[in-house]
């Protein structure tokens, strides 16, 4: 169809209009020729168009599907009003800045802080294609480093626009996003010098002008060098055509460079340059507007500073910057008058007061002369033909000359600091690729246009004919990709404007010209370049006057006017000033004028050189201010001609690389946010290209749609039979065929289809119709049944009330027949219940009275009778005490003579008595009992006399064992000296040997390094010399202690040896006492046979009871005084050194430290046998003295010979024992050490029963004594004859007797009953100590032999562990034996008090009970001798593994390094770490603080490595995060600390740490995991993020919302894959036991990183903001929600919850797209977002765009409400936050490994032969 055609009713168009340039109109009717009829839609007006071309009737408007496109080619209608609508459209009412056209980025300046820039939406750019998401500054940035990657080709972008619209911003976020993808290789960090940058070119480059605050006035191009692998290695600097005169005037409302203000404020912190206000310098308050609003110059001032501190400008260099910008500044406060002294009547010649204050101060700050620069500022010098003169200018010329050298001062400042920025961006490295940035002016034009608009023009005409070349032929290229027919299109060249500036008789060339005539002036330039180039079709004439000249630009046509040409391109400055400037004392002046000097002599440059490499002076000065000097041609070089290089240089340079292009656009000239000036907007759209760009593209085919899209959105516009999914190219062909007749106005590409302008728009609109009428035709039916559906509900209605009605009819009929019967029957029992009332009252009346009546009477006849009964009662009671008074006086008178009757006979009965009691027949029947008694008693004592008689051959076995004893002193001395010297010199064998092997090895693996190893052989022999000499030194240090020791134990032995002799005295003492006691027994004996007085008889038995008895106390003293005075010596538990067995050694040889305390060991058992011998022969020699001394006593010689070979019999077995044990492990030591505190503790029981044994003997004199009293007292008894009954008549010796003997078989009985406890108690006890023995004698045989050898296999290595366990059972049992001794001491004293009331009641059993006594000794003897032997248990372990130091590396191998993650699930979860903890528990056992630290290093570093090399495995992260929690764990629970204690057993409880204190390491420990875990969750994000997007984003399974019927869902692709992943995940984390708590946590963080990222997407994609697209993406979120609610239920709801809870902004940002969206619907829609910023909710809506005419679309109204709302509920410091557009990809939450014991006791833990570590653990 013709493009006429579619000017019918309704439709829309554009119109012109003066102000708005376009507004859209409604066609009234159809068009008729020649005249188009239409509505104005703002105003209503109605308006004729009369039409002359059809080829120019009025634009179209695009269908509102189109409306808001990204990319300005999308639009069906390409055309001018089009582009400034979607321009405006998504500027003012989406807020979008950004829009592509093409290849060009159009960016509009906001005038306002958007929160687009952050790291997390450089991050959502990454990786995306250019149109996959929203347009912005940071897509282009990536096309361009995408393209650097993937075609290995140099880059450019091009920002430009005219000043205000933002060109230096688009620049900055561009290089901001190559320092974010690019890092840095180098350790300069040259990205951050980059951005460091930016303050710094801003302050010396940037001003403010009427257009804009931050104007840059001079044009840059940035270099990003990168290295082979795309890094950023470095960054280098060009700039173009600064504008100097800036610095010295200002227009009105603008400023100077920020720099100077900066300057002024910071006045205070600088007083040596004698600053003052901004406004008291000329060069500063010309512009009269000194302030910019939201600019703080003194904060900026700090930023600049530090900025050059980052790129490494020196604080020296820094000040003299300073010092040179004060002095321009004092520079243009110089005042130049007239000298008032001048009389010569030339008044015009410029003057200098010599009292300047700024003259002065510029002299102070530069250091040069004020003469010199006084005379050359009103000086000049004119060099003639055969003499100079130097002449006074006139003020004017003085003026120009002064402003001349503050600019050329400020301009070489400006070319030194960028040299400077290009020194610190320049790393040295390697530099293959750059990507270039081009931030260089727009095109200008003003009133008044001068030699800077001239060459600003000039570029951008250059750079506009590259851009069109480049759009043409990506154009192209794109037609021969997709393989259709096309022609050549015609586009603006504008090459003939490019040579009339450039041509030989061009403006350049002509302007260079001029400037070389002497008398060259601006009006003489204008004059030939009207004469010489009016031919060029694009130069004009102005109307009025010569003085200026128009060219046509591509923009428009400008007008320049011509004054300060040829000052401005020749840029002089007077010689004699900068040679004044040049004795600078300043360093930076000399370096900036010396090196502008040798540039002037160095002619041209090479490429792209700084404005300030010129020449300093020209040869020929200006001609209106100087005379014309010697010509030096080929020497001069104008700002033109630089500039032309420059740009030549920079044209070549992008044509080298693929460029990108960003145009800027500046929407008003108020500055006012968001406000869109469509006049200004339209010009700079011509100025910069896009038009253009629009122009090309609508030559051809603008509008191209891909298959499957074009058939998705046009697919109804064919019948159903027409389609064939599996060829969508013929179906879409076959929709065309129906619908556009012209072949011409579409065609097929490869991939696309390509069509002509408004052909979109044609389907659109036939589209639309089609819709309607299938709308219509739905509506109908719809309305058909609504109103079907009506009537039947109205049937049914009328139907209910019908029968409702008659049901209440008949309801109310019922409910009244009811009533009546209700009422009959109400009355009815009213009318009984009243009756019966008022019977009942009546009766309960007559009741009551009768009841009182009655109650008086009988209450009276009671209190009647009681008062009789009481009268009674108290004459009974009277009579009775009256009765009973009498009888008692009567029996006390009766008592007192009974008792004085038999008070008289008693009396007569006991004199009677006691003259019985006197006489000899009763003492005789007292004692006859007593003589078979002593009989017997003679007979045992007999017995025992020849049992004393064996004694004898005792003495000799005493001398013998005395010779053997002195022997084995001798061999244990020869046995120490063999074992030191053997020990001796298998360490220095050893030494020896090690030292060999490691010279050897070091010989054949470097021989080319001999005398660096011979030096290192002698470090390593000096090292080994001084530690050597240290260990003497100990080993010195050692030896003096342990002598001294020696003398302590020496000395000890000397008080034990007194107090043996104190013993001795006693012992002679008691002897004595019992003598006496026997000759006083005696005499009394021999009384009581002469004078037999009865008194003097019984005082003499009480006598010699009562001495027997203090006797028996004072032996009862003596025997028990030495447990009194003989403390035990065995150690304490705490003092036992259970490390002492433990090395660290390669081999299990002991050490010198060890040699030396076996060494004192074996000298403690020396002395121990010495002192014990000493006992031996002083205990022979009191035997002796016994022996030889009258009065000794055999029995107990024979006690202690008994006694004493017993002892030499322990004393063999043990030095056996000791032998035996002496050459094997240091543990055996303690077990020794126990044995000698046994024996100690067995000398003082064996003394102890030997003196009781003493004391029963000495009581056998006292025996005989009482045998010959009984023999006399027989014989006088014989005497009396039958007189004995008189003795005994009362029968008080017969009742005494009998209770004696009650009281002695008592005693007996109780004897025998713990006589058989003893045997039955010790019997077991003996049965035990046997099997403890048997034991011991197996493993003293087993240490014996295989402790005393090098250690060749595991066994050998375990026993010496095994020893440290069976020394704690050793201690257990020890405490078992001290309380068995208690016991026997107990019952020993128990013993002796039986044994003095046997010998107090005569009975002749004491010698089998002594006998008795001797068993428990001998039994309680052999217990504590064998104490120390252990019984063999079952194997019980420590829970701990023992390994070598050498053998760390191969186990952290095997364990760690080496270590599968599918091996691992086969074990038990966290064996490892469990592995590692064991063996930090043997560390921490032996006490090996070096071992453990280096353990623990060991363990982080194997780890990160591991994680490093497989960082891309989730299995490998998933296992060391378990291992590394449940070390951290068992660091906690084994610690001793109370809080981790709670949930330990006991036996955990007792396996803490003892010595180490690892919190540092649990602290590093938990830093590791929190490392494994950022990895793992970083890892799993990085798996996930190529998944989101199509899953949940672009996924679609409901068929007929958006596209064709989608295919079945498969496991490869949409949420089936995303789900598929995360039950992986899930799995691992199972598998390897990761705690339940840190899996949500994980799931967590995954699932708010799956939420940010589609949301993030989703609010960069205006494809996705529609209801359909709403619809599946919520569809696709429930897939992810069904998965949380299964996979997670097992940790609880709240963990469901709270993961569910991390999902609700992408479901609500999902249910904003699907929600109304009327304004009755804004605090819903608001409560419906609360997870939502306002920033996001406003974005979605304005990016919503409704897919059908008929959807309902977002107003502004509503957005504005709803941003308001939110507002209002956020607070008022909402606005003070930091408002951030994207989530936070990056954010993690925060991570607590919570406190987990285990229940696995550490001595079950079994390695497995999977891991291969057999032989390099050992258990423990």
Known sequence: MT????????????????????????????????????????????????????????????????????DLTSLSYLHEPAVLHNLRVRFCDRNAIYTYCGIVLVAINPYYDLPIYGDETIMAYRGQSMGDLDPHIFAVSEEAYTKLEREGRDQSIIVSGESGAGKTVSAKYAMRYFAAVGGNASETQVERKVLASSPIMEAIGNAKTTRNDNSSRFGKFIEIHFDHQYRISGASMRTYLLEKSRVVYQSAGERNYHVFYQLCAAAHMMPELKLDHQDSFHYLNQGGSPDIDGVDDLKAFHETKNALTTLGVSEIEQQNMLTVLAAILHLG???????????????????????????????????????????????????????????????????????ALAKRLYGELFSWLVQAVNRALDTGHAKSHFIGVLDIYGFETFEINSFEQFCINYANEKLQQQFNSHVFKLEQDEYIKEEISWKMIDFYDNQPCIDLIEDRLGVLALLDEECRVPQGSDRGFVTKLHQKCSQYPHFLKPRFGDAAFIIKHFADNVEYQCGGFLEKNRDTVLEEQLECVRQSTVRLVRVMLADASADATAGTHATLPPPSRRRTTPSVPVASLTQPPRRASGQKQTVGAQFRQSLSALMCTLSATTPHYVRCIKPNDTKQ???????????????????????????????????????????????????????????????????????????????????????????????????????????????????????RRLVAALHGIQARARAFLVRR???????????????????????????????????????????????KLYKDKRMLKATITIQRYARGYLARKKAKKMRRQIIIAQSAIRRFLARRLYKRLRIEARSLDHVKSLNKGLENKIISLQQRLGDALEKARGVEPLQAQIVELRAKLEMHKAVEIEAKALKESINSKENLLTKLQAELAEEKEKNKRVLTEKKELEEKYKRDKEALASESEKLANELRSNKEHYELALEERDKQHEAEKKALCLELEAERQSRQKLLSSQYELQERLDTIQRAPAPKEHRRSLSDASTNSQQENTVEDDFGYGSVRSVE?????????????????????????????????????????????AKRAADLEDRLTNRLMSPPSNPDTDRFKVEELEIENKKLREHLNRLRAAGDGNQVSKEILDTLSAMQKELDRRRDECIQLKSVLTHQKPWFQALKSVTVNLKSLASNYGSDVDIINEDGELATAYEAQKGINRALQEELVNEKKYFAEHLASAKAEIEKLKEDNEKYQKLLSVDLSQEPKNKSQEYAQNEIIRLASESLAIQERVDKLSESCRRYKNQIRLLVCKLKEAGIDDVTDIL?????????????????????????EYLGMFEYKLQDEGVIIKKLITDLKPRTAITLLPGLPAYILFMMLRHTDHVDDEPKMHHLMKAIRLAVKKTLKKRVDSVEYSAMWLSNMLRLLNNLRQYSGDAIYQAANTPRQNQQSLRIFDLSEYRQLLSDIAIWIYQGLINLLEHQLERLIVAAILEYEEISGLSGPRAPAPQPSAGPARLKHELAAAHEQLRLHAVDPPLRVMIFKQLFYYICAYSLNHLLLRKDLCCWAKGLQIRYNISHLETWIKEHLAEYGQTSVEETLGVLKPITQAVHLLQARKSMADVASTVDMCADLSAMQVCKILNMYTPAEEYEVKVTREFIHE?????????????SKEPQNLLMDTKMIYSVQFQYSPSAIRLEDIEVPEVLELDGLLTKI
């Not at 010599?354 to 000086?379: M, V």
């Not at 609109?765 to 719809?782: E, M, N």
Request: charged letters at 25%; one cysteine or more.
């Open 3 to 70: 493009t006429k055609e579619l000017y019918t009713k309704d439709a829309r168009i554009w119109v012109e209009h003066p102000v708005e340039v376009w507004e859209s109109a409604t066609v009234t009717s159809d068009y008729r020729s020649g005249v188009l009829i239409v509505k104005l839609d703002r105003s209503g007006e109605i308006r004729q168009i009369k039409i002359t071309d059809e080829s120019q009737m009025p634009p179209l408007r695009n269908p509102s599907l189109l409306i808001g496109q990204n």
């Open 333 to 403: 406060n110089v005042d130049l008058t007239t000298d008032p002294d001048d009389h010569t009547g030339n008044n015009d010649g410029a003057y200098i007061d010599s009292q300047d204050r700024h003259l002065t101060i510029i002299c102070a700050l530069l250091g040069i002369s004020r003469p010199e620069l006084s005379r050359w500022l009103t000086h000049r010098r004119i060099a003639s033909a055969h003499e100079v003169i130097v002449s006074r200018m006139d003020v004017q010329r003085a003026a120009f000359g002064r402003d």
């Open 673 to 791: 946010a968001f406000q869109f000036d469509a006049a200004r907007a339209v010009n700079q759209l011509r100025a910069c290209g896009v038009l253009e760009t629009i122009r090309i593209s609508s030559a051809g085919f603008p509008s191209r749609w891909l298959y499957q899209d074009f058939f998705s959105r046009y697919r109804l516009l064919c019948l159903f039979k027409e389609i064939d999914r599996a060829d969508i190219k013929a179906t879409c062909s076959r929709i065309l065929n129906r619908h556009i007749k012209e072949p011409d106005k579409y065609q097929f590409g490869a991939t696309k289809i390509f069509f002509r302008a408004g052909q979109v728009a044609y389907l659109e609109k036939i589209r639309a119709d089609v819709q309607r009428l299938y709308c219509v035709r739905v509506q109908s039916c719809v309305r058909g049944f609504l109103a079907r559906r009506r009537y």
């Open 813 to 859: 009929k019922v409910q009244e027949i009811r009533r009546n019967r209700a009422a009959v029957k109400i009355q009815k029992n009213v009318r009984g219940w009243l009756a019966r009332t008022k019977y009942q009252r009546l009766r309960r009346l007559a009741i009551g009275l009768q009841a009182h009546a009655r109650g008086y009477l009988a209450r």
């Open 1128 to 1172: 035990t010596t065995r150690p304490a538990l705490e003092a036992v050194n259970w490390s002492a067995g433990t090395h660290n050694g390669p081999t299990p040889m002991a050490d010198a430290g060890l040699v030396l305390r076996m060494q004192n060991r074996i000298s403690v058992l020396q002395g121990e046998l010495s002192r014990t």
């Open 1411 to 1435: 006998e008795g006594n001797d068993t428990i000794i001998s039994q309680n003897i052999s217990t504590v001798d064998l104490a120390p032997v252990m019984r063999k248990k079952e194997r």
């Open 1762 to 1774: 709803i941003q308001k709302l939110m507002h209002e509920r956020a607070g008022p410091n909402a």
